[in-house]
């Protein structure tokens, strides 16, 4: 079983949840709630297509109207049919950052695909099931503690543009996973909620803290295979697998999207496929020249041909360390068919801060290379 066998109509979703044309924002998002959904289709009365409600497109709406109608804050969503392929689905979500995707025929909703419906898929194909954590799992996970203020962590998840954050104790021990939906909804009911201070008359904010909040944790042990990560999140209804050594400290992290990363390394693609991420600018200079300094990274590391590149993708963060001035992370993870690579960079200059991240990722992979000939000199 492959990515580029498997059809969408295969796996898709069929009892689709719809908003129509003409309802009220507030009802969306009702939906999205009690479903868990991170998207809706809006259709009209003969079912079709017309738009998509995403979480990820209202949260950046400075101004919003919940007796809005839907098709006034919808997006036009990229679509799939049912005979396109998993291999397709995998790319395009990628491609957009969408957690779910319409499957239209006929210019009418017949189904969803979504990251979750194509992890499920993962048991069943050995030559990504069988990959170890290790090669694809993010190293130096972020973490929170059980004793951390709730805004907290959920300033780190927006930061790190995840859904759920691993919890440790004093020690640096595993003991549960915060998500983004229980943490948001603890902290709205406790908004809701007048605090003893305020019942007396006083102002006393009252601090959650992700103890009383976080869930089990969801887990597996260095050495451990993609698929029984996979089983785990899919058993645990969980976002992310937090990877931990012998004494449960967290040493990696995969996320759905980790996963569905190695579903396309294991389709056959042309070319290099890259995101950027957490990078809110309007301006499409910086873009064009943070691709043109890839471009030429590409071009460099093409010529290791033991290497072949595959994705590479990024992920920024903006620190403001005092009135307007800016200061960038910039995280790189570059999938090649052999090995992962990542490089970390902090700079004022977001130039800079990518220039650093591609000059770490060149050098490893020719360090990489070099042990590799070396290896085989000697062997020979």
Request: hydrophobic share 40%; aromatic share 6%; proline share 5%.
């Amino acid at each position: 079983m492959s990515p580029e066998t498997i059809k969408v109509k295969e796996v898709m979703t069929r009892d689709v949840v719809t908003v129509k044309v003409g309802d009220p924002l507030s009802k969306a998002i009702s939906k999205l709630r009690e479903y868990g959904f991170h998207e809706l289709p809006v259709v009209n009365e003969k079912g079709e297509l017309i738009g998509y409600v995403s979480y990820r497109h209202l949260i950046r709406r400075k101004s919003l109207s919940l007796y809005s109608r839907v098709e006034n804050i919808m997006t036009k969503p990229p679509v799939l049919s049912p005979e396109s392929t998993i291999a397709d689905a995998v790319k395009l979500l990628l491609d957009t950052g969408y957690r779910s995707l319409p499957v239209v025929e006929k210019n009418k909703v017949v189904g969803i695909i979504s990251r979750t419906d194509i992890i499920k898929l993962v048991p069943k194909m050995k030559g990504v099931a069988n990959v170890p954590v290790e090669d694809v799992m993010s190293s130096d996970p972020e973490v929170v503690s059980e004793d951390s203020p709730l805004e907290y962590a959920i300033d780190i998840m927006r930061k790190l543009g995840e859904m759920s954050v691993p919890v440790v104790d004093e020690n640096r021990r595993l003991t549960g996973i915060l998500h983004m939906s229980h943490a948001a909804r603890g902290l709205w009911r406790e908004k809701d909620r007048p605090s003893m201070g305020e019942v007396a008359g006083e102002k006393e904010k009252k601090v959650i803290y992700v103890k009383e909040l976080m869930s089990p944790p969801v887990y597996v042990e260095e050495g451990a295979s993609l698929k029984e990560a996979v089983e785990k999140m899919i058993e645990y209804h969980s976002h992310i697998c937090v990877v931990v050594d012998k004494d449960m400290h967290p040493v990696g992290i995969i996320s759905q999207r980790d996963v569905i990363e190695a579903v396309m390394r294991e389709a056959k693609q042309e070319g290099v496929f890259v995101q950027i991420t957490g990078l809110d600018i309007e301006d499409s200079e910086p873009y064009l020249i943070i691709y043109d300094m890839v471009e030429d990274f590409l071009s460099k590391i093409n010529r290791f041909k033991e290497f072949r590149p595959q994705l590479l993708v990024f992920h920024v963060e903006e620190h403001h360390i005092s009135g307007k001035e800016i200061k960038y992370s910039v995280r790189a993870r570059l999938t090649t068919d052999r090995k992962l690579f990542y490089a970390k960079s902090y700079d004022w200059n977001i130039y800079r801060a990518f220039r650093e991240v591609l000059d770490i990722l060149e050098r490893n992979v020719k360090k990489e290379r070099d042990k590799l000939l070396e290896f085989r000199r000697e062997t020979l």
